[in-house]
């Protein structure tokens, strides 16, 4: 399998009309500004991380004996390739280990949430934020709401 491009550097170019910030390539990434306050997408992504993922990556996107660190992960995988493993799953049976990564392309409360994620994780590699709960956050915008309805599927 050809190699992908790596990652863009995950400083932020720009912010988008929704409060995403995104790097030079306009994949999605964090924001930190200098009172420590997050953007929203980190601060969704922290949640929706320790939901989804935590119980097999471990807390903070550390890893666990199971699964691998993602804020390891995300510093040599580009933003297509997470989205990719994340819908379609992936499982790795070298050395007689049986370690499944399960697809999740089905689950709204994952792939509604899927740049939240990987947001939160390039922001934890490097450790640009520390481990637990961002302690402030930018506001959500009425745009992040309005998508995040659309792709629920709720009609509130
Ligand atoms: C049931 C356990 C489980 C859950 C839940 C889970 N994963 Fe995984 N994930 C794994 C395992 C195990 C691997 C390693 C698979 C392999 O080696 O092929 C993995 C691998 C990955 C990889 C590839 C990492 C690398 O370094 O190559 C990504 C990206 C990933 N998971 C993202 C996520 C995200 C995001 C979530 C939450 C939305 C999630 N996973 C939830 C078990 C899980």
Known sequence: ????????????????????????????????KPDGAVDWYTYSGFRRYHSECHVCHGPDGEGSTYAPALKESVKGINYAEFYGIVVGGRQNLSGGENKVMPALGDNKNVMCYVDDIYVYLRARSGDSIPRGRPASHEEKSPKATEAEHACLGDQN
């Open 1 to 32: 399998m050809a190699k992908a491009e790596p990652p863009a550097p995950s400083k932020a170019v720009k912010q988008d009309d929704s409060g995403k910030y995104v790097d030079a390539k306009g994949d999605p990434t964090f924001n930190v």
